[in-house]
């Protein structure tokens, strides 16, 4: 799945480059980016609320685990807004842009589409940070379980942790950790279309 | 505010729709079955649909085509700061929490 969007992504971003000028279904959709991107996103939002209704198990066992389950995605949440806003000493970027990018949480299909209207610059830059978030939690994720704590392990692939990064999570861990880590990915998750929004409306 | 809002609504309303096809199809049988197998396909065609759309307003924009091979290192650092900065986090909370390094919780 990383290599066939890698592969739109670049596809795009040739169109883009190339064909504005020579082809007029690009022309069309360059200049009805803003509209285009809207419609694609409601109904990836709402295909993804059916699939997480429908799983219904996710929730009674939220509840069984505990309020404690809940109060670890938080840190995971504060701790990427923390890092990524340290970063923007380092670089001529906005505070709030840079926590923006991280606050993708790894949702490198979503959080680049939510910023492409405030910058092309910065939505291009997020996408690159997401889908390095979620491999880097590949690499990441068995080293932090052995060395550091099991659910700390659970924090680093953010939003991917309840899917891609799941089988590399049992592998790495325990079964009693995969609460852990669907509560972590479904609440940084749903977050990302809250956080963004409200991070680039300064 | 406004566009959070209508976003979160929308999925707030597939999140209703899942729960009651759910229900139903536990009711009766499979009757819903083409939506549990349809909506992956749908999620992986939207998602492309939205990186290519997104993938042409980032190559023509002539700036950040230009500064493609420098952006990476930008996303790179702010990938890793917020990764290390939530393991600490995380890190630190387990410990007040009292769970030890397998995720069990200890007895005070």
């Known amino acids: 799945m990383t290599k066939i969007i890698l592969a739109t992504v670049a596809f795009g971003i040739l169109c883009g480059r190339f064909g504005v000028e020579n082809i007029g279904i ?7 980016n803003g509209l285009l991107i809207d419609w694609g996103l409601y109904v990836l939002l709402f295909v993804v609320g059916l699939d997480m209704g429908r799983n219904d198990t996710v929730f009674s066992d939220m509840k069984k685990a505990g309020w404690r389950i809940l109060v670890f995605p ?6 990427t807004l923390l890092g990524a806003a340290l970063v923007s000493f380092l670089f001529p970027y906005k505070i ?14 979503l959080a680049p589409v939510l910023l492409a209207e405030y910058s092309s610059m910065i939505s291009a830059i997020c996408f690159l940070s997401n889908v390095m978030r979620e491999l880097l939690a ?6 932090v379980a052995k060395y550091v704590g099991y659910i700390e392990s659970t924090s680093l692939a953010g939003a991917a942790a309840m899917d891609t990064c799941l089988g590399v999570t049992i592998r790495s861990t325990h079964e009693r950790i995969v609460i852990f880590a669907i509560a972590g990915g479904m609440i940084t998750g749903t977050l990302v279309a809250v956080i963004i929004p409200l991070l680039i409306s300064f | 505010m406004a566009y959070t809002a209508k976003l979160l609504s929308i999925m707030a309303v597939g999140i209703v729709v899942g729960i009651l096809v ?11 079955e083409w939506l549990t197998k349809t909506s992956g396909k749908i999620q992986t065609m939207v998602v492309i649909y ?3 759309i997104l993938g042409t307003r980032i190559g023509s924009d002539e700036q950040v085509f230009a500064e493609l091979d420098r952006l990476w290192i930008v996303a790179l650092v702010i990938t890793m700061a917020a990764m290390a900065v939530g393991v600490l986090l995380v890190h630190l909370l387990r410990k007040a929490l009292k769970f030890d390094k397998e995720g069990v919780k200890m007895d005070d």
């Not at chain 1, 938080?74 to 701790?79: D, E, K, L």
């Not at chain 1, 709030?96 to 299909?109: D, L, P, T």
């Not at chain 2, 199809?25 to 499979?30: A, D, L, P, S, V």
């Open chain 2, 50 to 52: 939205l990186l290519f």
């Open chain 1, 96 to 109: 709030n842009e840079c926590m923006a990018i991280g606050a993708g949480f790894g949702w490198y299909s």
């Open chain 2, 22 to 32: 759910n229900k139903n199809t536990k009711k009766t049988g499979n009757k819903f």
């Open chain 1, 74 to 79: 938080v840190a995971t949440i504060i701790g």
């Open chain 1, 26 to 32: 690009i022309q069309w959709i360059v200049e009805n």
């Open chain 1, 138 to 143: 590949f690499i990441f994720i068995p080293i």
